[in-house]
């Protein structure tokens, strides 16, 4: 089990702790599908594409800039409404709320006014990582407004990547040292987002394809450090083991099981997933962390699924 955690630790952490240096990866979600104007709020930025059918909200993860959903609304588009979410800081931008206290909940509060101000109704909310436990807050707080969670490699507690016996009390001393060591080293972070590298050795356990682990690490150097520790921090010190039983919409978990991890991964999820009655576990082998990029169309197809219930 202690391989399992370290990979997931390597895979959950923000680039801007383990990645050494990399360029900011410009995208256009734009170019793969026509969007309305951005709709901007304290610690989100929103944009919708689509004019008909279920409606879909992709939640990034750590350092993850809305771009790398672009393929996943490509594919779902033409039958779907589909909202992407940026968390502010993310891309780069600085002086966001997300830099205080309370940006988890901040960010639950916002996808969920701006569901309401487009009158979208009940949504399928995916989300990865950081994301994923963003979709499991969502889903307590405004049930009405989640008609299904699609969780993508991601733990209800991300402290079980340190130990298999950890706690919020023991788990703290951690994430405080991570969120005061991001803290301490921003300039030198964001210095380093302005260099250029074609290596994805810094996202090493992101991608099982190196190409994408060079994007990957391009969008985690470009995202704002102060953002990043507050969110490590709450990612850290929130535990819904046994929240997610209050869950009642249907919950799908999508997570990598790639090689010698297989049985690691399966045992971990089922695990941590035990509290959630109902909940379809879906290993998907050859992916690491970012399944959605390593296999797209089990990911898109798990989506799709969820939307249509």
């Known amino acids: ?29 734009q170019e793969a ?9 304290d610690h989100i930025r929103t944009r919708l594409y689509g004019t008909a059918g279920p409606v879909v909200v992709l939640i990034p993860g750590m350092s993850t800039p809305a771009a790398a959903w672009d393929d996943t609304v490509a594919s779902l588009v033409d039958d779907h409404r ?33 569901l309401a101000a487009r009158n979208l109704g009940s949504a399928t909310i995916v989300g990865h990582s950081l ?4 979709a499991m807050e969502f889903g307590l707080a405004h049930a009405e407004q989640a008609k299904s969670l699609v969780i993508l490699d991601s733990l209800p507690f991300f402290g079980m990547v340190f130990a298999p016996d950890m706690t919020l009390e023991k788990v703290e001393p951690q994430a405080k ?12 972070m964001r210095a380093a987002g302005l260099a250029n590298t074609t290596s994805g050795a810094g996202a090493a356990g ?36 046994s929240e997610i039983a209050s869950l009642k919409m249907p919950v799908t978990v999508v997570h990598m099981a790639n090689g010698g991890y297989r049985e690691m ?26 399944v959605q990029l390593d296999q797209p169309e089990i990911v898109r197809a798990e989506i799709r699924k969820a939307a249509a219930k």
């Open 1 to 29: 089990m202690k391989l399992l955690h370290s990979a997931l630790l390597a895979a959950t952490l923000p680039l801007a702790i383990i990645a050494p240096v990399a360029p900011a990866y410009q995208a256009n979600a």
């Open 82 to 114: 589909v909202l992407t979410v940026e968390v502010r800081g993310f891309a780069g931008e600085r002086g966001t709320a997300n830099e205080s206290a309370g940006a988890i909940d901040g960010i639950v509060a916002d996808i969920s006014a701006d």
């Open 265 to 290: 991964a399966i045992e971990r999820y089922t695990t941590d997933y035990a509290a959630l009655p109902g909940v379809r576990l879906v290993p998907v082998d050859n992916s690491l962390h970012f």
């Open 33 to 41: 599908a026509q969007a309305d104007e951005a709709v901007q709020h």
């Open 131 to 134: 994301g994923g436990l963003i």
């Open 206 to 241: 992101m991608s099982i394809d190196e190409a994408t682990r060079v994007r990957i690490a391009n969008w985690s150097l470009d995202a704002e450090p102060l953002a990043v520790a507050e969110l490590v921090y709450e990612d850290t010190m929130t535990d819904l083991r």
């Open 177 to 188: 040292q991570m969120r005061d060591m991001m803290i301490a080293g921003a300039e030198q």
